[in-house]
Protein backbone atom coordinates (compact mmCIF):
# COMPACT_ATOMS: atom_id res chain seq x y z
CA UNK A 1 0.00 0.00 0.00
CA UNK A 2 0.86 3.34 -0.56
CA UNK A 3 -0.20 6.27 -0.21
CA UNK A 4 0.38 9.89 -1.20
CA UNK A 5 -0.98 13.52 0.34
CA UNK A 6 -1.23 16.66 -1.01
CA UNK A 7 -3.12 20.08 -0.33
CA UNK A 8 -0.76 21.70 2.49
CA UNK A 9 0.24 25.26 2.17
CA UNK A 10 -0.04 28.32 4.32
CA UNK A 11 -3.02 30.11 5.00
CA UNK A 12 -4.03 32.61 7.22
CA UNK A 13 -6.25 32.09 10.48
CA UNK A 14 -10.10 31.75 10.05
CA UNK A 15 -9.10 30.19 6.60
CA UNK A 16 -9.75 27.29 4.51
CA UNK A 17 -7.58 23.70 3.16
CA UNK A 18 -8.08 21.03 1.38
CA UNK A 19 -5.82 17.76 2.17
CA UNK A 20 -6.31 14.80 -0.28
CA UNK A 21 -4.47 11.30 -0.05
CA UNK A 22 -4.74 8.99 -2.81
CA UNK A 23 -4.06 5.02 -2.04
CA UNK A 24 -2.75 2.52 -4.05
CA UNK A 25 -2.28 -1.50 -3.43
CA UNK A 26 -5.18 -3.77 -1.86
CA UNK A 27 -7.49 -1.47 -0.31
CA UNK A 28 -10.57 -2.38 0.99
CA UNK A 29 -13.58 -0.38 2.38
CA UNK A 30 -13.53 -1.41 5.89
CA UNK A 31 -9.74 -0.34 6.29
CA UNK A 32 -9.54 2.62 8.67
CA UNK A 33 -8.36 5.60 6.65
CA UNK A 34 -7.64 8.76 8.02
CA UNK A 35 -5.48 12.39 9.47
CA UNK A 36 -2.96 12.69 11.64
CA UNK A 37 -0.77 15.56 12.62
CA UNK A 38 2.84 16.45 14.22
CA UNK A 39 3.70 19.65 14.84
CA UNK A 40 6.89 20.99 15.57
CA UNK A 41 7.79 19.74 19.44
CA UNK A 42 5.07 17.13 19.70
CA UNK A 43 3.71 13.79 19.23
CA UNK A 44 2.06 12.86 16.29
CA UNK A 45 -1.83 13.33 17.24
CA UNK A 46 -4.95 12.02 15.41
CA UNK A 47 -6.74 14.49 13.44
CA UNK A 48 -10.18 12.08 11.81
CA UNK A 49 -10.46 8.66 11.01
CA UNK A 50 -13.18 7.16 8.76
CA UNK A 51 -14.53 3.91 8.03
CA UNK A 52 -17.58 2.00 6.30
CA UNK A 53 -18.87 5.55 6.79
CA UNK A 54 -17.90 6.46 10.13
CA UNK A 55 -16.11 9.31 11.34
CA UNK A 56 -14.24 9.87 14.66
CA UNK A 57 -12.72 13.33 14.96
CA UNK A 58 -10.35 14.65 17.63
CA UNK A 59 -12.05 16.78 19.89
CA UNK A 60 -9.80 19.72 18.54
CA UNK A 61 -11.53 19.60 14.88
CA UNK A 62 -14.99 18.95 15.48
CA UNK A 63 -16.89 21.19 14.02
CA UNK A 64 -14.16 22.67 12.05
CA UNK A 65 -12.83 19.62 10.21
CA UNK A 66 -14.34 16.82 7.87
CA UNK A 67 -13.12 13.91 6.84
CA UNK A 68 -14.75 12.74 3.58
CA UNK A 69 -13.55 8.83 1.80
CA UNK A 70 -14.40 7.99 -1.75
CA UNK A 71 -13.85 4.12 -2.00
CA UNK A 72 -14.29 3.91 -5.70
CA UNK A 73 -10.97 6.09 -6.27
CA UNK A 74 -9.20 5.02 -2.96
CA UNK A 75 -8.91 8.92 -1.78
CA UNK A 76 -9.59 10.16 1.27
CA UNK A 77 -9.81 13.89 1.97
CA UNK A 78 -9.72 16.25 4.80
CA UNK A 79 -11.68 19.68 4.20
CA UNK A 80 -10.24 21.95 7.10
CA UNK A 81 -12.30 25.01 7.91
CA UNK A 82 -11.29 28.04 10.37
CA UNK A 83 -8.03 27.37 10.90
CA UNK A 84 -5.95 28.13 14.03
CA UNK A 85 -2.23 28.46 14.37
CA UNK A 86 -2.62 25.69 16.60
CA UNK A 87 -3.63 23.61 13.64
CA UNK A 88 0.00 24.32 12.24
CA UNK A 89 2.06 21.00 11.53
CA UNK A 90 2.54 18.12 9.67
CA UNK A 91 -0.45 16.14 8.23
CA UNK A 92 0.00 12.35 7.42
CA UNK A 93 -2.62 10.46 5.62
CA UNK A 94 -3.12 6.75 7.50
CA UNK A 95 -4.18 3.78 6.12
CA UNK A 96 -4.70 0.83 8.83
CA UNK A 97 -6.09 -2.39 8.58
CA UNK A 98 -4.36 -4.45 11.59
CA UNK A 99 -7.51 -5.23 12.80
CA UNK A 100 -7.42 -7.53 9.57
CA UNK A 101 -3.84 -8.59 9.83
CA UNK A 102 -2.81 -6.44 6.86
CA UNK A 103 0.11 -3.93 8.57
CA UNK A 104 -0.67 0.20 8.67
CA UNK A 105 0.76 2.66 6.59
CA UNK A 106 1.96 6.46 6.03
CA UNK A 107 1.87 8.89 3.44
CA UNK A 108 4.93 11.45 3.34
CA UNK A 109 3.26 14.13 4.86
CA UNK A 110 1.98 17.55 3.69
CA UNK A 111 3.11 20.87 5.56
CA UNK A 112 0.31 22.83 6.81
CA UNK A 113 0.70 26.50 8.27
CA UNK A 114 -1.68 29.04 9.99
CA UNK A 115 -0.69 32.56 10.74
CA UNK A 116 -2.04 34.75 13.05
Known amino acids: VQLQASGGGLVQAGGSLRLSCAASGSIFKFDIMGWYRQAPGKRRELVAT??????NYADSTKGRFTISRDNAKNTVSLQMNNLEPEDTAVYYC??????WGRGAYWGQGTLVTVSS
Open 94 to 99: NLDATP
Open 50 to 55: ITNGNT
